[in-house]
Protein backbone atom coordinates (compact mmCIF):
# COMPACT_ATOMS: atom_id res chain seq x y z
CA UNK A 1 0.00 0.00 0.00
CA UNK A 2 1.95 2.90 -1.30
CA UNK A 3 1.41 6.22 -1.22
CA UNK A 4 1.39 8.66 2.04
CA UNK A 5 -1.97 7.86 4.59
CA UNK A 6 -3.17 10.94 6.45
CA UNK A 7 -3.53 10.29 10.20
CA UNK A 8 -0.09 8.03 10.29
CA UNK A 9 0.61 6.97 13.84
CA UNK A 10 3.19 8.81 15.44
CA UNK A 11 3.95 6.13 18.30
CA UNK A 12 6.12 3.39 16.62
CA UNK A 13 4.67 0.98 18.08
CA UNK A 14 1.68 1.19 16.21
CA UNK A 15 3.21 1.90 13.04
CA UNK A 16 5.07 -1.41 13.27
CA UNK A 17 1.60 -3.13 14.37
CA UNK A 18 -0.05 -1.38 10.97
CA UNK A 19 3.00 -2.48 9.17
CA UNK A 20 2.25 -6.22 10.29
CA UNK A 21 -1.41 -6.17 9.72
CA UNK A 22 -0.98 -4.99 6.10
CA UNK A 23 1.63 -7.76 5.69
CA UNK A 24 -1.10 -9.87 7.03
CA UNK A 25 -3.45 -8.57 4.11
CA UNK A 26 -0.98 -9.34 1.95
CA UNK A 27 -0.72 -12.96 2.55
CA UNK A 28 -4.26 -13.58 3.46
CA UNK A 29 -4.10 -14.00 7.04
CA UNK A 30 -7.09 -12.00 7.37
CA UNK A 31 -9.18 -11.77 10.72
CA UNK A 32 -5.75 -11.31 12.45
CA UNK A 33 -5.21 -8.49 10.09
CA UNK A 34 -8.86 -7.15 10.64
CA UNK A 35 -8.01 -7.31 14.47
CA UNK A 36 -4.84 -5.49 14.35
CA UNK A 37 -5.94 -2.77 12.37
CA UNK A 38 -8.81 -2.72 14.44
CA UNK A 39 -7.26 -1.88 17.59
CA UNK A 40 -8.39 1.22 19.10
CA UNK A 41 -4.87 3.19 19.28
CA UNK A 42 -4.86 3.28 15.97
CA UNK A 43 -8.37 4.92 15.19
CA UNK A 44 -7.88 8.20 13.41
CA UNK A 45 -5.41 6.20 10.93
CA UNK A 46 -6.76 6.49 7.19
CA UNK A 47 -4.33 3.31 6.14
CA UNK A 48 -5.57 1.18 9.57
CA UNK A 49 -8.98 2.01 8.03
CA UNK A 50 -7.76 0.97 4.76
CA UNK A 51 -6.99 -1.97 6.13
CA UNK A 52 -9.60 -2.98 8.12
CA UNK A 53 -11.91 -2.62 4.83
CA UNK A 54 -10.09 -4.52 2.84
CA UNK A 55 -9.27 -7.61 5.11
CA UNK A 56 -13.08 -7.25 5.17
CA UNK A 57 -13.91 -7.52 1.42
CA UNK A 58 -11.49 -10.18 0.52
CA UNK A 59 -12.20 -12.28 3.13
CA UNK A 60 -16.12 -11.57 1.97
CA UNK A 61 -14.68 -12.41 -1.25
CA UNK A 62 -13.24 -15.87 -0.20
CA UNK A 63 -16.50 -16.99 1.68
CA UNK A 64 -19.44 -15.37 -0.73
CA UNK A 65 -20.66 -13.89 2.86
CA UNK A 66 -22.98 -11.38 2.95
CA UNK A 67 -22.60 -10.10 6.35
CA UNK A 68 -18.56 -9.68 5.82
CA UNK A 69 -19.26 -7.91 2.55
CA UNK A 70 -21.52 -5.64 4.23
CA UNK A 71 -19.25 -5.03 7.49
CA UNK A 72 -16.55 -4.40 4.22
CA UNK A 73 -18.94 -1.29 2.77
CA UNK A 74 -19.53 -0.08 6.32
CA UNK A 75 -15.84 0.21 6.62
CA UNK A 76 -15.13 1.53 2.82
CA UNK A 77 -17.45 3.66 4.21
CA UNK A 78 -15.81 4.97 7.34
CA UNK A 79 -12.88 5.54 5.76
CA UNK A 80 -14.25 7.82 3.03
CA UNK A 81 -15.25 9.84 5.68
CA UNK A 82 -11.89 11.22 5.97
CA UNK A 83 -12.38 12.33 2.67
CA UNK A 84 -11.10 15.52 2.89
CA UNK A 85 -7.60 14.21 3.91
CA UNK A 86 -7.46 11.67 0.93
CA UNK A 87 -6.05 12.15 -2.46
CA UNK A 88 -7.96 12.39 -5.33
CA UNK A 89 -6.19 9.63 -6.54
CA UNK A 90 -7.13 7.70 -3.44
CA UNK A 91 -10.72 8.58 -3.14
CA UNK A 92 -11.75 7.43 -6.60
CA UNK A 93 -10.15 4.51 -6.46
CA UNK A 94 -11.74 3.82 -2.92
CA UNK A 95 -15.34 5.21 -4.10
CA UNK A 96 -15.02 2.74 -6.94
CA UNK A 97 -14.84 -0.22 -4.86
CA UNK A 98 -17.06 0.77 -2.41
CA UNK A 99 -19.92 1.54 -5.41
CA UNK A 100 -18.54 -1.81 -6.96
CA UNK A 101 -19.44 -4.05 -3.83
CA UNK A 102 -22.86 -1.69 -2.63
CA UNK A 103 -23.74 -2.74 -6.24
CA UNK A 104 -22.97 -6.76 -5.85
CA UNK A 105 -24.94 -6.79 -2.62
CA UNK A 106 -27.93 -5.41 -4.36
CA UNK A 107 -27.87 -2.54 -1.89
CA UNK A 108 -28.46 0.81 -4.46
CA UNK A 109 -29.39 3.39 -2.23
CA UNK A 110 -26.81 3.17 -0.09
CA UNK A 111 -24.55 4.08 -3.03
CA UNK A 112 -25.42 7.78 -1.89
CA UNK A 113 -23.42 8.82 -0.04
CA UNK A 114 -20.33 8.12 -1.94
CA UNK A 115 -21.35 9.66 -4.83
CA UNK A 116 -22.22 12.32 -3.03
CA UNK A 117 -18.86 13.00 -1.99
CA UNK A 118 -17.70 12.58 -5.46
CA UNK A 119 -19.68 14.99 -7.15
CA UNK A 120 -18.63 17.58 -4.11
CA UNK A 121 -14.75 16.52 -4.81
CA UNK A 122 -15.56 16.69 -8.68
CA UNK A 123 -18.58 19.15 -9.29
CA UNK A 124 -17.94 19.63 -13.00
CA UNK A 125 -18.11 15.25 -13.69
CA UNK A 126 -21.61 14.90 -14.96
CA UNK A 127 -20.37 11.22 -15.20
CA UNK A 128 -21.03 10.63 -11.16
CA UNK A 129 -24.36 12.54 -10.75
CA UNK A 130 -25.55 10.10 -13.90
CA UNK A 131 -24.55 7.37 -11.76
CA UNK A 132 -26.30 8.16 -9.03
CA UNK A 133 -29.07 8.42 -11.34
CA UNK A 134 -29.19 4.81 -12.27
CA UNK A 135 -28.31 3.82 -8.07
CA UNK A 136 -31.65 5.49 -7.25
CA UNK A 137 -33.27 3.48 -10.78
CA UNK A 138 -31.65 0.78 -9.51
CA UNK A 139 -33.53 0.67 -6.13
CA UNK A 140 -36.90 1.65 -7.62
CA UNK A 141 -36.71 5.27 -6.39
CA UNK A 142 -37.57 7.35 -9.69
CA UNK A 143 -38.93 10.07 -7.19
CA UNK A 144 -35.12 10.50 -6.25
CA UNK A 145 -33.91 9.93 -9.53
CA UNK A 146 -36.17 12.57 -10.71
CA UNK A 147 -34.27 14.72 -8.29
CA UNK A 148 -31.10 14.49 -9.43
CA UNK A 149 -31.97 14.57 -13.02
CA UNK A 150 -33.12 18.03 -12.31
CA UNK A 151 -30.53 19.00 -10.90
CA UNK A 152 -28.03 18.08 -13.68
CA UNK A 153 -30.30 18.80 -16.70
CA UNK A 154 -29.29 22.57 -15.12
CA UNK A 155 -25.98 22.06 -14.97
CA UNK A 156 -25.56 20.60 -18.07
CA UNK A 157 -29.02 20.58 -20.78
CA UNK A 158 -27.08 18.42 -22.89
CA UNK A 159 -26.14 15.73 -21.60
CA UNK A 160 -27.26 12.90 -23.02
CA UNK A 161 -27.44 10.53 -20.49
CA UNK A 162 -29.30 12.52 -18.20
CA UNK A 163 -31.84 13.39 -20.84
CA UNK A 164 -32.51 10.21 -21.54
CA UNK A 165 -33.01 9.25 -17.94
CA UNK A 166 -35.10 12.08 -17.55
CA UNK A 167 -37.14 11.04 -20.46
CA UNK A 168 -37.53 7.33 -19.05
CA UNK A 169 -38.47 8.53 -15.73
CA UNK A 170 -41.74 10.75 -17.02
CA UNK A 171 -42.88 7.89 -18.72
CA UNK A 172 -42.06 5.24 -16.86
CA UNK A 173 -42.91 7.44 -13.48
CA UNK A 174 -45.11 10.32 -14.43
CA UNK A 175 -47.11 8.87 -17.12
CA UNK A 176 -46.42 12.06 -19.22
CA UNK A 177 -45.37 10.62 -22.68
CA UNK A 178 -45.35 13.75 -24.55
CA UNK A 179 -42.79 15.10 -22.68
CA UNK A 180 -40.99 11.90 -22.31
CA UNK A 181 -40.88 11.70 -26.44
CA UNK A 182 -39.06 15.26 -26.25
CA UNK A 183 -36.24 14.25 -23.79
CA UNK A 184 -35.65 10.45 -25.62
CA UNK A 185 -35.49 12.22 -28.56
CA UNK A 186 -33.07 15.17 -27.60
CA UNK A 187 -31.18 12.27 -26.27
CA UNK A 188 -30.48 9.87 -29.60
CA UNK A 189 -30.50 12.65 -31.93
CA UNK A 190 -27.87 12.17 -34.48
CA UNK A 191 -25.09 10.21 -33.84
CA UNK A 192 -25.98 10.27 -29.65
CA UNK A 193 -23.08 7.89 -29.02
CA UNK A 194 -23.77 8.03 -25.07
CA UNK A 195 -27.20 7.14 -24.68
CA UNK A 196 -27.04 4.95 -27.10
CA UNK A 197 -28.58 2.27 -25.50
CA UNK A 198 -31.54 -0.29 -26.32
CA UNK A 199 -33.66 0.87 -23.89
CA UNK A 200 -33.77 4.34 -24.19
CA UNK A 201 -35.00 3.45 -28.20
CA UNK A 202 -37.42 1.15 -26.76
CA UNK A 203 -38.87 3.24 -24.58
CA UNK A 204 -38.91 6.31 -26.70
CA UNK A 205 -40.57 4.25 -29.46
CA UNK A 206 -43.02 2.49 -26.92
CA UNK A 207 -43.73 6.57 -25.68
CA UNK A 208 -44.78 7.24 -29.57
CA UNK A 209 -46.98 3.87 -30.17
CA UNK A 210 -48.92 4.63 -26.95
CA UNK A 211 -49.38 8.56 -28.17
CA UNK A 212 -50.71 6.90 -31.76
CA UNK A 213 -47.15 8.89 -33.58
CA UNK A 214 -46.78 5.30 -35.49
CA UNK A 215 -44.91 6.55 -38.23
CA UNK A 216 -41.92 8.14 -35.83
CA UNK A 217 -42.13 5.16 -33.90
CA UNK A 218 -41.62 3.27 -37.05
CA UNK A 219 -38.70 5.11 -37.74
CA UNK A 220 -37.25 5.10 -34.37
CA UNK A 221 -37.57 1.13 -34.55
CA UNK A 222 -36.44 1.07 -38.19
CA UNK A 223 -32.96 2.75 -36.48
CA UNK A 224 -33.36 0.79 -33.18
CA UNK A 225 -32.74 -2.19 -35.53
CA UNK A 226 -30.01 -0.80 -37.85
CA UNK A 227 -28.11 0.20 -34.74
CA UNK A 228 -28.90 -3.46 -33.76
CA UNK A 229 -30.69 -2.66 -29.78
CA UNK A 230 -33.76 -4.74 -31.69
CA UNK A 231 -33.36 -7.74 -33.47
CA UNK A 232 -35.76 -6.65 -36.25
CA UNK A 233 -38.31 -3.11 -35.96
CA UNK A 234 -41.25 -5.33 -35.25
CA UNK A 235 -39.20 -7.32 -33.00
CA UNK A 236 -38.05 -5.66 -29.91
CA UNK A 237 -37.50 -7.80 -26.91
CA UNK A 238 -34.52 -6.64 -25.08
CA UNK A 239 -33.39 -10.10 -23.57
CA UNK A 240 -32.35 -11.90 -26.04
CA UNK A 241 -30.65 -14.87 -27.54
CA UNK A 242 -29.26 -13.77 -31.02
CA UNK A 243 -29.37 -17.09 -32.94
CA UNK A 244 -33.27 -18.24 -32.52
CA UNK A 245 -35.06 -18.25 -35.36
CA UNK A 246 -37.16 -15.68 -36.14
CA UNK A 247 -40.82 -15.30 -36.72
CA UNK A 248 -43.91 -14.22 -35.52
CA UNK A 249 -46.27 -17.27 -35.99
CA UNK A 250 -45.19 -20.57 -35.79
CA UNK A 251 -47.52 -23.14 -37.56
CA UNK A 252 -47.89 -26.26 -34.71
CA UNK A 253 -45.63 -28.75 -36.91
CA UNK A 254 -42.66 -26.48 -37.00
CA UNK A 255 -42.77 -26.93 -33.48
CA UNK A 256 -41.37 -30.03 -31.59
CA UNK A 257 -44.79 -28.90 -29.05
CA UNK A 258 -47.35 -31.39 -31.31
CA UNK A 259 -48.30 -33.32 -28.42
CA UNK A 260 -48.83 -30.64 -26.02
CA UNK A 261 -50.81 -28.98 -28.02
CA UNK A 262 -53.39 -31.84 -29.19
CA UNK A 263 -53.14 -32.68 -25.43
CA UNK A 264 -54.43 -29.14 -24.81
CA UNK A 265 -56.75 -29.42 -27.36
CA UNK A 266 -58.55 -32.66 -26.50
CA UNK A 267 -59.00 -31.47 -23.11
CA UNK A 268 -59.88 -27.75 -23.77
CA UNK A 269 -63.79 -28.39 -22.20
CA UNK A 270 -62.30 -29.14 -18.80
CA UNK A 271 -59.93 -26.57 -19.26
CA UNK A 272 -62.36 -24.07 -19.92
CA UNK A 273 -64.15 -25.62 -16.66
CA UNK A 274 -61.25 -24.57 -14.44
CA UNK A 275 -60.89 -21.67 -15.39
CA UNK A 276 -64.27 -20.61 -14.89
CA UNK A 277 -64.48 -21.76 -11.48
CA UNK A 278 -61.36 -19.91 -10.66
CA UNK A 279 -62.85 -16.52 -11.45
CA UNK A 280 -62.61 -15.09 -8.16
CA UNK A 281 -58.71 -15.55 -8.50
CA UNK A 282 -58.01 -13.16 -11.52
CA UNK A 283 -56.19 -10.36 -10.91
CA UNK A 284 -56.56 -6.85 -13.11
CA UNK A 285 -53.44 -6.94 -15.86
CA UNK A 286 -50.98 -4.65 -14.27
CA UNK A 287 -48.65 -3.36 -16.43
CA UNK A 288 -50.73 -0.56 -18.81
CA UNK A 289 -50.97 -2.57 -21.69
CA UNK A 290 -54.92 -1.60 -22.38
CA UNK A 291 -55.73 1.30 -24.42
CA UNK A 292 -59.34 0.28 -23.01
CA UNK A 293 -61.92 -2.25 -21.56
CA UNK A 294 -61.01 -4.60 -19.05
CA UNK A 295 -58.43 -7.19 -18.80
CA UNK A 296 -57.62 -9.80 -16.42
CA UNK A 297 -55.77 -12.85 -15.81
CA UNK A 298 -54.73 -16.26 -13.37
CA UNK A 299 -51.60 -17.22 -13.09
CA UNK A 300 -50.78 -20.87 -13.05
CA UNK A 301 -47.20 -20.91 -13.33
CA UNK A 302 -44.44 -17.90 -13.55
CA UNK A 303 -40.86 -18.21 -14.40
CA UNK A 304 -41.22 -22.00 -14.00
CA UNK A 305 -42.73 -22.27 -10.59
CA UNK A 306 -46.16 -23.08 -9.28
CA UNK A 307 -48.61 -20.49 -7.77
CA UNK A 308 -48.84 -22.29 -4.66
CA UNK A 309 -52.48 -23.54 -4.67
CA UNK A 310 -53.47 -22.90 -8.23
CA UNK A 311 -52.74 -26.43 -9.71
CA UNK A 312 -55.44 -27.57 -7.19
CA UNK A 313 -57.94 -25.88 -8.67
CA UNK A 314 -56.82 -26.23 -12.41
CA UNK A 315 -55.36 -30.01 -11.55
CA UNK A 316 -56.33 -31.24 -15.35
CA UNK A 317 -54.30 -27.90 -16.86
CA UNK A 318 -51.60 -28.77 -14.48
CA UNK A 319 -51.45 -32.65 -15.51
CA UNK A 320 -51.40 -31.98 -19.14
CA UNK A 321 -48.70 -28.78 -19.32
CA UNK A 322 -46.47 -31.05 -16.87
CA UNK A 323 -46.03 -33.63 -19.46
CA UNK A 324 -43.89 -31.19 -21.44
CA UNK A 325 -40.89 -29.56 -19.46
CA UNK A 326 -40.83 -27.03 -21.75
CA UNK A 327 -43.60 -25.38 -20.75
CA UNK A 328 -41.72 -25.18 -17.20
CA UNK A 329 -40.15 -22.18 -18.83
CA UNK A 330 -38.26 -19.74 -16.57
CA UNK A 331 -38.99 -16.85 -18.92
CA UNK A 332 -42.74 -17.12 -19.28
CA UNK A 333 -45.66 -18.04 -17.86
CA UNK A 334 -49.08 -20.20 -18.02
CA UNK A 335 -52.36 -18.40 -17.50
CA UNK A 336 -55.74 -17.81 -18.11
CA UNK A 337 -56.43 -14.51 -19.93
CA UNK A 338 -59.48 -12.97 -19.33
CA UNK A 339 -60.49 -9.90 -22.07
CA UNK A 340 -63.57 -8.19 -21.84
CA UNK A 341 -66.09 -7.00 -24.99
CA UNK A 342 -64.59 -3.52 -25.93
CA UNK A 343 -61.11 -3.97 -24.70
CA UNK A 344 -58.12 -3.02 -26.77
CA UNK A 345 -54.52 -4.29 -26.20
CA UNK A 346 -51.94 -1.44 -27.61
CA UNK A 347 -49.19 -2.84 -29.56
CA UNK A 348 -46.64 -3.91 -27.75
CA UNK A 349 -43.55 -6.81 -27.29
CA UNK A 350 -42.69 -9.52 -24.52
CA UNK A 351 -39.61 -8.76 -22.71
CA UNK A 352 -37.65 -11.72 -24.21
CA UNK A 353 -37.41 -14.02 -27.63
CA UNK A 354 -36.48 -16.81 -25.73
CA UNK A 355 -40.21 -18.52 -25.60
CA UNK A 356 -43.14 -19.07 -27.47
CA UNK A 357 -46.72 -18.28 -26.45
CA UNK A 358 -49.24 -21.07 -26.83
CA UNK A 359 -53.13 -19.60 -27.05
CA UNK A 360 -55.54 -22.47 -26.14
CA UNK A 361 -59.44 -20.61 -27.17
CA UNK A 362 -61.49 -21.12 -24.29
CA UNK A 363 -64.93 -18.72 -24.57
CA UNK A 364 -66.04 -15.86 -26.81
CA UNK A 365 -63.91 -15.61 -29.45
CA UNK A 366 -66.26 -14.17 -32.14
CA UNK A 367 -65.09 -10.64 -33.08
CA UNK A 368 -61.72 -10.95 -30.93
CA UNK A 369 -58.62 -9.76 -33.47
CA UNK A 370 -54.64 -10.26 -32.60
CA UNK A 371 -52.38 -8.73 -35.08
CA UNK A 372 -48.48 -10.24 -34.07
CA UNK A 373 -45.77 -8.77 -36.82
CA UNK A 374 -48.39 -7.87 -39.81
CA UNK A 375 -50.46 -10.95 -39.65
CA UNK A 376 -53.71 -10.74 -37.76
CA UNK A 377 -55.89 -13.68 -37.12
CA UNK A 378 -58.55 -15.13 -34.93
CA UNK A 379 -59.15 -17.38 -31.90
CA UNK A 380 -60.80 -20.93 -33.19
CA UNK A 381 -63.13 -22.77 -29.87
CA UNK A 382 -60.89 -25.62 -28.74
CA UNK A 383 -58.12 -24.44 -30.65
CA UNK A 384 -54.12 -23.38 -30.32
CA UNK A 385 -52.44 -21.34 -32.43
CA UNK A 386 -48.76 -20.85 -31.54
CA UNK A 387 -46.73 -17.29 -31.94
CA UNK A 388 -43.31 -15.53 -30.70
CA UNK A 389 -44.62 -12.33 -28.64
CA UNK A 390 -41.38 -10.93 -28.84
CA UNK A 391 -42.83 -9.24 -31.83
CA UNK A 392 -45.26 -6.35 -31.66
CA UNK A 393 -48.40 -7.84 -31.10
CA UNK A 394 -52.01 -5.96 -30.50
CA UNK A 395 -55.55 -7.49 -29.33
CA UNK A 396 -58.79 -6.46 -30.31
CA UNK A 397 -62.18 -7.58 -28.50
CA UNK A 398 -64.60 -6.42 -30.41
CA UNK A 399 -67.13 -9.13 -29.96
CA UNK A 400 -69.51 -10.14 -26.95
CA UNK A 401 -69.03 -11.82 -23.50
CA UNK A 402 -65.72 -12.23 -21.64
CA UNK A 403 -62.95 -13.88 -23.67
CA UNK A 404 -61.23 -16.74 -22.00
CA UNK A 405 -57.63 -18.26 -22.91
CA UNK A 406 -55.08 -20.15 -21.47
CA UNK A 407 -51.66 -19.26 -22.19
CA UNK A 408 -48.77 -21.26 -22.14
CA UNK A 409 -45.39 -20.34 -22.96
CA UNK A 410 -42.82 -22.60 -23.76
CA UNK A 411 -39.12 -22.31 -24.23
CA UNK A 412 -37.95 -21.67 -27.85
CA UNK A 413 -37.19 -24.95 -29.86
CA UNK A 414 -33.36 -23.47 -30.83
CA UNK A 415 -32.31 -23.29 -27.12
CA UNK A 416 -29.84 -25.73 -25.90
CA UNK A 417 -30.55 -27.81 -22.32
CA UNK A 418 -27.81 -25.74 -20.47
CA UNK A 419 -29.29 -22.64 -21.93
CA UNK A 420 -32.68 -23.60 -20.63
CA UNK A 421 -30.53 -24.42 -16.99
CA UNK A 422 -28.70 -21.31 -16.98
CA UNK A 423 -30.83 -18.22 -18.85
CA UNK A 424 -31.77 -16.24 -15.92
CA UNK A 425 -35.69 -16.11 -15.06
CA UNK A 426 -37.72 -13.36 -16.69
C1 LIG B 1 -50.56 -10.85 -25.09
O1 LIG B 1 -49.49 -11.42 -24.92
O2 LIG B 1 -50.63 -9.63 -25.11
C2 LIG B 1 -51.79 -11.66 -25.32
O3 LIG B 1 -51.47 -12.97 -25.03
C3 LIG B 1 -52.91 -11.19 -24.49
C4 LIG B 1 -54.17 -11.94 -24.68
O4 LIG B 1 -54.74 -12.38 -23.67
O5 LIG B 1 -54.66 -12.06 -25.79
MN1 LIG C 1 -48.39 -9.45 -24.86
Known amino acids: IED ?3 GEPNDPFWSQQLDLAEEELRQGAWPSCEQRASAMELKGSAR ?10 LMAEAKKDNRLLSRAIRAYVEL ?26 GTYLNAEPVYRLLIRRFPDNVHYRNNLTVSFLMANRADLADTVLKETLKLWPNDRIALAHYGFVLKNQFNKLEESVIYLQKALEGDAEAANEPRFFYHLGDALLQLGRLKEAQEIHEKGAKLG ?26 TPYVKLVRD ?12 LAAKELFEKEKEGL ?19 GRCKRA ?8 QEASARCRRGQIKFSLMEAGTHVRPHVGPTNCRLRMHLALSNTKDTYIRVGKVTRQWELG ?20 RLVLIVDVWHPDLTAAERKTLPAI
Open 80 to 105: LKMNERLSDRKLVEIARRAIDRIQFR
Open 264 to 275: LENSWKEILKEG
Open 4 to 6: DWP
Open 229 to 254: HFLSPEQRSLYNVARLKSRPWWPIEA
Open 290 to 308: KERGEWSQLDVFVRGQEIP
Open 315 to 322: PVTCSIVS
Open 383 to 402: KVFIFDDSFEHEVWHNGTGS
Open 48 to 57: AQYVVAKCLD
